[in-house]
């Protein structure tokens, strides 16, 4: 694992987002495993403004997202469908028939979703990280060769995402449909980025803990090629 130390949370998300052009720029058809949650909001800003100001093109990149929380619809204001189209695709000229972010609630749901996954080969798969290590909504147990699933979300990642339901956990979507971890390390490159000092304990177990199911994240430690992307804070217990 390559892992970057920044000062703070501007300089993670341009360090990120370098990573991330230097990729659509040599590969402009290029396909992007992409994340949801606050993390990578800023590497998102860094990419409509270089699209805006530098003209980086984004019509030919296809994007297939993590997850989606189970039960809420597309377009109701907290799907991560939406939380996509506001802060990536609608201030970038991605093709929208080419952005897939799963939905459902089945296992035909996941087998679609994985089926469209084995028709190309994810160049860059970006994530964030829970505070239980989680990786897209693969929660602690998660069996590592597990492909697209329907997940019971812990109580402590739904009090974590409280935060965008009002700060009402009751209003939070008990389950969700996520990639796996065994879809995840088809990945060429994975991206990591996590910053807070709530992060702390979930990064040090991903680079410095035992390989296991645990810690979801650790399992980052079996891939080829991994850049994970830290401000001070989420790397004060390493
Ligand atoms: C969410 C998402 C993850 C995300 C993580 C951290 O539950 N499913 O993909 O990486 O939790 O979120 P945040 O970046 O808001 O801390």
């Known amino acids: 694992m390559k892992v970057i130390i920044c000062e703070n949370y501007d300089e993670l998300s341009l360090k990120a987002f370098e990573v991330i052009k230097e990729l659509v720029t040599s590969k402009p058809d290029c396909v992007l495993g992409l994340a949801t949650g606050s993390s990578p909001v800023g590497l998102y800003k860094n990419m409509i403004k270089d699209h805006k100001e530098n003209g980086t093109s984004y019509k030919d990149v296809k994007s297939y997202n993590l997850d989606e929380y189970v ?49 190309v080969s994810v160049d860059l798969q970006l994530l964030g990280i829970g505070q239980n290590g989680h990786i897209g909504f693969n929660e602690p147990g998660t069996p590592f060769d597990i492909l697209t699933h329907i997940v019971d979300l812990t109580e402590n990642t739904r009090q974590a995402n409280a935060r965008f339901f009002d700060d009402d956990i009751n209003k939070v979507p008990t389950q969700a449909i996520s990639m796996g971890i065994g879809t995840i390390m088809k990945a060429k490159k994975v991206l990591l980025v996590a910053n807070g000092e709530n992060k702390a304990d979930a990064v040090k177990a991903m680079i410095e ?30």
């Open 71 to 119: 039960g809420i619809d597309r377009n109701d204001p907290q799907s991560y469908y939406t939380f996509m189209k506001e802060n990536l695709f609608d201030g970038i000229d991605i093709d929208p028939a080419n952005t897939h972010v799963p939905y459902g609630s089945t296992a035909e749901d996941c087998a679609a979703y994985e089926k469209e996954l084995e028709k």
């Open 209 to 238: 803990g035992p390989v296991d199911t645990a810690c979801a994240a650790s399992a980052l430690q079996n891939h080829p090629d991994v850049t994970v992307v830290i401000d001070k804070a989420a790397a004060s217990k390493l």
